[in-house]
């Protein structure tokens, strides 16, 4: 009777919290759904009547997409464009030549990279504004301010976490896996690209995510190194529309953010389960 | 055949020196390993950090004419108003930020570890925030907070009190998701017998609660309050795109603060801003700003470390 009864109590809980948890992800989803909502509202009424469904005379249609394409005087689309190239070209800069550097450091482990190592895990712990200033005057003076060139100063600011990472993960690969390819004739570099590559797979989707998110949401690093007539990013690009301008459009705002948020979302759903176990791994590391 | 045999067989002084050709082959391709990421590294990081400290110590305009002037910009920074409004506000906003985000998580992620339905949805939309940019975040919520205050004729950008609760509630909203993976990570990791020898003892779910699961999650906590209490002191997008420092109040000696601008937006400012004098006091403002982010990661390094070791 008494386990009967238990059983039920606990089923009760169970059925509340869920119910709380409901609540509470709809207060999660509600923001998003607002801006869903106000791209299709009239500018005018953004702002007054912010949570009404847009009708009536509220309706703006695709009004607000086609203000926003190319306000401020830059096409969104090219802002898009670059965004992709900027985060998918660092990205791969990133994971290529730090998961050489960290195999090296790793298996050699002289001095030098020592050196190399502890300068890293320092770097880490670093804020981007003490570098901000200089950075964006060094980027300049190498002509570093383009879409192309900028995964140079992505790599070289977020080398640390991404060898810090690499680096304990090659230290706990058995090294008699290498040296058997070694006696079989196998040099370094096909070593590395053969045998060490597949093995820091997994590591290297956790690291890859945690660059993804990084690169793809920054303002300020491409803000203060790109050449702005020419390049800019989706954030850049959503700053502007509020900076330098008078009179905001708040409806062709809103159009623009729910147009950035879908990709995200759409690549989070997919990725759901590799981006929350990168995460998790590179909180508990970092 | 008889190669392979003197491989195999574990005789340390053979292998170390087999390992150490394997070292000296390796050393042969150490630029092509080594090189991209220490050109990269030195660009990206070691010469802005030295020139940026050297900076700090100097007088000018621009670069290139620079005047050795030792610690005056520091004396600068500890008499502006703005820089110690911003410190303390930040401070303010780290540490009620840090309570907060906290608390939710964890319970969020007690909740989500009993096995009730939906369990996977509600994690996904709770961490979803993390993937939206903070410029995005910022405009987002300018918006759904200026809607509820302009029925009442006002606006987030005229009162620091409506600011400085935004700011939290956006952050709340951000990081809940992200601290509740590792918390749910630590909840996993308790053994099952623990829980039911303390159920079999008859313990209440307190009981429970305060003895057994939050010591099990030590590591987790401390992770979690470190990472909210750096993200707090980091902030910058978010301050930038939510309010961008306003309202602006005037201090009684005249000068001009912004009462919702957090550190890393002063520098930006200070650095950016009309005066362009003011460059060498920015720098060392960043200067001040890196000791204590620094400090505080330095001192989470101490703190996991010794865990690690009563473990």
């Known amino acids: 009777m008494q386990i009967v009864k238990k059983r039920n109590a606990e089923e009760k809980v169970k059925l509340v919290l869920t119910i709380i948890m409901s609540l509470i992800s709809l207060v999660y989803i509600f923001p998003v759904a607002m801006v869903a909502i106000n791209s299709f509202k009239k500018n005018t009424f953004v702002k007054t009547d912010t949570f009404a469904i847009p009708q009536g005379e509220m309706w703006a249609g695709f009004d607000n997409f086609n203000v926003g394409m190319t306000f401020g005087n830059y096409p969104f689309w090219k802002s ?100 058997a390819a070694s006696i079989d ?102 | 055949m008889d190669n392979t045999s003197t491989i195999s067989t574990p005789s340390a002084p053979k292998k170390k020196r087999y390992k150490n050709s394997y070292k000296t082959t390796m050393r042969k391709w150490c630029w092509l390993f080594l090189g991209p990421v220490l050109i990269a590294f030195i660009i990206g990081f070691v010469w802005p950090f030295i020139w940026g400290i050297y900076l700090s110590l100097c007088k000018f305009r621009v670069v290139s004419e620079t005047e050795l002037v030792g610690f005056e910009n520091y004396i600068k920074v500890f008499k502006d108003a703005g820089f110690m409004h911003a410190f303390w506000y930040t401070a303010l906003f780290a540490v009620v930020s ?54 009442f004729g006002t606006s987030i950008l005229l009162d620091s009190k409506y600011g400085f609760w935004g700011l939290i509630i956006l952050m709340c909203w951000q990081q809940i ?29 307190v009981q429970t609660l305060f003895k057994i699961t939050i010591p099990n999650v030590m590591p987790s906590i401390t992770i979690c309050m470190f990472l909210s209490l750096t993200n707090g002191f980091k902030l910058f997008d978010q301050n930038l795109a939510l309010t961008g420092g306003q309202p602006i109040t005037m201090s009684p000696d005249g000068t001009i603060v912004k009462s919702t601008e957090m550190l890393a937006l002063n520098i930006y400012t200070t650095f950016y801003g009309s005066n362009s004098g003011a460059q060498g006091t920015a720098q060392a403002k960043a200067v001040i700003f890196f000791i204590l982010v620094a400090g505080l990661g330095l001192a989470q390094l101490a703190i996991t470390r010794k865990k690690e070791v009563q473990q």
């Open chain 1, 80 to 179: 898009v464009l670059f965004s992709v190239v900027i985060t998918l070209l660092s990205v791969a800069l990133i994971l290529i030549c730090t998961t050489m550097a960290a195999w090296y450091i790793a298996r050699v482990n002289s001095i030098f990279c020592k050196i190399i190592y502890f300068t890293c895990v320092f770097s880490m712990v670093v804020p981007f504004q003490m570098v901000m200033f200089t950075l964006s005057k060094t980027a300049d003076t190498l002509h570093l301010n383009t879409p192309w060139t900028i995964p140079i100063v992505y790599l070289g600011f977020g080398a640390g976490l991404a060898i810090f990472m690499f680096v304990g993960f090659v230290k706990a690969i058995p090294l008699e896996i290498e040296e």
């Open chain 1, 185 to 286: 004739g196998c040099g370094p570099v096909r070593t590395f690209f053969m045998i060490v590559i597949p093995m820091l797979k997994p590591t290297m989707v956790s690291v890859g995510i945690l660059e993804i998110m990084w690169v793809w949401n920054d303002y300020l690093l491409p803000y203060l190194v790109l050449d702005l007539n020419e390049y800019r990013t989706i954030p850049i690009h959503i700053q502007y529309l509020k900076g330098s301008y008078g009179t905001v459009d708040l409806g062709a705002t809103m159009a623009l953010i729910f147009l950035s948020i879908i990709p995200v979302v759409v690549f989070y759903l997919i990725f759901q389960k590799q981006i929350i176990k990168g995460v998790a791994a590179g909180a508990v590391k970092g």
């Open chain 2, 98 to 151: 840090l309570v907060l985000i906290n608390i939710l998580a964890f319970m969020v992620a007690l909740a989500l570890t009993r096995g009730i339905k939906g369990s996977n949805l509600f994690r996904t939309v709770f961490f979803m925030p993390n993937l939206i940019g903070g410029i995005v975040l910022g405009y987002i919520w300018s918006m759904i907070f200026d809607g509820i205050l302009s029925n």
């Open chain 2, 177 to 205: 998701g992200y601290m509740m993976i590792i918390y749910i990570a630590g909840l996993q990791n308790i053994p099952d017998d623990m829980l039911e020898a303390a159920k079999i003892d008859g313990a209440t779910s």
